[in-house]
């Protein structure tokens, strides 16, 4: 895709998602009460699936700088003996890495110096982010999550990194799955990132990533959806648009105003969802309360 058709894109898109006025929490904004009630009159068991993989600690080659754990307390030998004791811990981590599940805030992204709605981004500063932080999902996400599952669509268990999903897979999955997506819906894109990595190893993915391909923002665009998440990061490598490394992540955040959920896990939720027959659900998304924060470490748990 040539930066001249991208950046038509971007504007195209971006007119969109603002021609109905100002927009506090960016698509969040379409995530009403009532669409929430909706959601959770979805529940059929009760059953929870977390859509998060477990936090690495050990270095991987998409992990060259994993998150640290190491324990505060107690020292070795204090264990023993009568009264009280703690054990304490402390963790440290790279929250917009290419292995943890997180979320993006929508000061995440710049674009031409600006952020979501025009916002300049001089309000980043190396003391944090003034405004389209954190605290804007301080209340946590709660809406109906739906899954299109874009390998099941091609019989295959993944698609290989460098392949770019498009709006007409997506198009297809909601089809095949019955799905419906949405105003107001959480959309999940899989595309097998976690059970390639998972059966084969890991591997760069700054070099070879499956994801959309930037045209494919049309659908959840389109469909006014209120957060997009993938178990990859949404962004393919290399990049579609030679001079933007990371398209998706600009049109997602930065022109729709979409907050995005990169490397989440969804094998455990997509055995449920196809032995139910159903491919929607009610999801919760609690980030951490960081202040100025661009994003978060986060669990994403489906209640079905």
């Known amino acids: 895709m040539s930066e001249a058709a991208f950046r038509d894109l971007y504007r195209r898109l971006r007119a969109q998602a603002q021609g109905g006025g100002g927009h506090r929490r960016g698509a969040l904004d379409r995530l009403t009460p009532e669409r929430v009630m909706a959601a959770v009159a979805e529940v059929r068991s009760g059953r929870t699936v977390s859509l998060a993989a477990p936090v690495e600690t050990r270095s991987a080659p998409d992990s060259p700088e994993p998150a640290t754990h190491r324990m505060t307390a107690p020292a070795r030998g204090e264990t023993g003996g009568h009264g009280l004791r703690f054990a304490r811990d402390r963790f440290a981590m790279n929250v917009h890495g290419d292995v943890d599940s997180h979320l993006d805030a929508l000061c995440h992204v710049i674009f031409d110096g600006e952020l979501y709605g025009g916002v300049p981004a001089s309000t980043v500063t190396p003391e944090g982010a003034g405004t389209l932080t954190l605290d804007l999902v301080s209340d946590g996400i709660v809406g109906r999550g739906v899954l299109l599952d874009i390998p099941r669509l091609h019989a295959v268990p993944w698609l290989e990194p460098g392949e770019q999903v498009t709006a007409e897979d997506l198009a297809a999955?909601?089809?095949?799955?019955?799905?419906?997506?949405?105003?107001?819906?959480?959309?999940?894109?899989?595309?097998?990132?976690?059970?390639?990595?998972?059966?084969?190893?890991?591997?760069?993915?700054?070099?070879?990533?499956?994801?959309?391909?930037?045209?494919?923002?049309?659908?959840?665009?389109?469909?006014?959806v209120a957060a997009l998440g993938s178990d990859s990061n949404s962004d393919c490598a290399p990049s579609a648009v030679a001079e933007v490394p990371f398209p998706v992540h600009v049109l997602a955040v930065n022109a729709v105003g979409l907050h995005l959920l990169d490397y989440l896990d969804f094998e455990e939720l997509a055995r449920v969802c196809e032995q139910r027959g159903r491919w929607y659900f009610l999801c919760v998304i609690a980030p951490l309360r960081l202040p100025a924060a661009t994003g978060s470490p986060v669990n994403p748990i489906a209640v079905v």
């Open 173 to 224: 999955a909601e089809t095949a799955q019955r799905a419906r997506v949405g105003p107001g819906d959480l959309l999940f894109v899989r595309v097998g990132h976690r059970l390639r990595r998972r059966t084969l190893g890991a591997w760069d993915v700054t070099e070879a990533r499956v994801g959309l391909h930037p045209t494919a923002m049309s659908f959840p665009a389109g469909r006014q």
